[in-house]
């Protein structure tokens, strides 16, 4: 696959055809001066566990990787804080409210969007949730169930970047 900068072709400034790779994140334009930086996007992703201490797992509605297991999360918007991204994408995606939220992490990743892989930087968070009579998949995801401990699967979840954060809660749980 071709790197995502690629597809930019013309400035954005002023629209010339003369934009060219400057280095490997970013392109320059000749005429006007302008550089392009492509820097990740942000994204979020929760660990959330019921009374027992099991996992609440989504499954994806949608591409990329629809059908593969998934932690409640996305994109942060715009004048949005990574908190307030993983309380709204859980309440949009699962009808939950958090109580209360901390950061574990972050992975950075790529993340193929209609054929573009965009780099993202994905925060991780732990969040409380002390209400799960309202849960139910929405948006996005097309399931969410619990899972213990011990029967999580990393292989199973489709995105690197989640794949590879649910290893490193699997090895957190066997060390305590």
């Known amino acids: 696959m071709s790197h995502c900068l690629d597809l930019f072709r013309f400035c954005p400034v ?4 003369h934009f ?20 990740p996007s942000a994204a979020t992703a929760a660990f959330i566990e019921n009374e027992k201490g099991e996992l609440l797992v989504c499954r994806r509605g949608k591409e990329p990787e629809k059908g593969t297991f998934d932690l409640p999360g996305g994109f942060t918007d ?3 804080t990574c908190a307030e991204t993983i309380a709204r994408e859980i309440k949009e995606e699962l009808n939950l409210s958090v109580d209360r939220s901390e950061i574990l992490f972050s992975l950075p990743n790529w993340y193929c969007y209609l ?3 965009i780099p993202t930087l994905d925060f991780f968070f732990r969040c409380q949730v002390s209400d799960f009579s309202g849960l139910k998949a929405a948006d996005d995801v097309a399931e969410a169930f619990f899972i213990k401990p011990e029967e999580i699967d990393p292989e199973l979840f489709g ?3 989640i794949r ?3 290893t490193m809660y699997k090895l957190k749980i066997k060390g305590d």
């Not at 002023?14 to 055809?17: E, I, M, T, V, Y």
């Open 164 to 166: 590879k954060a649910v």
């Open 159 to 161: 995105l690197a970047s």
């Open 20 to 39: 060219n790779v400057n280095n490997v994140k970013s392109k320059k334009c000749a005429d006007c001066g302008f550089v392009y930086y492509l820097n």
């Open 78 to 80: 715009m004048e949005e």
């Open 115 to 117: 054929g573009m892989n």
């Open 14 to 17: 002023c629209g010339s055809q």
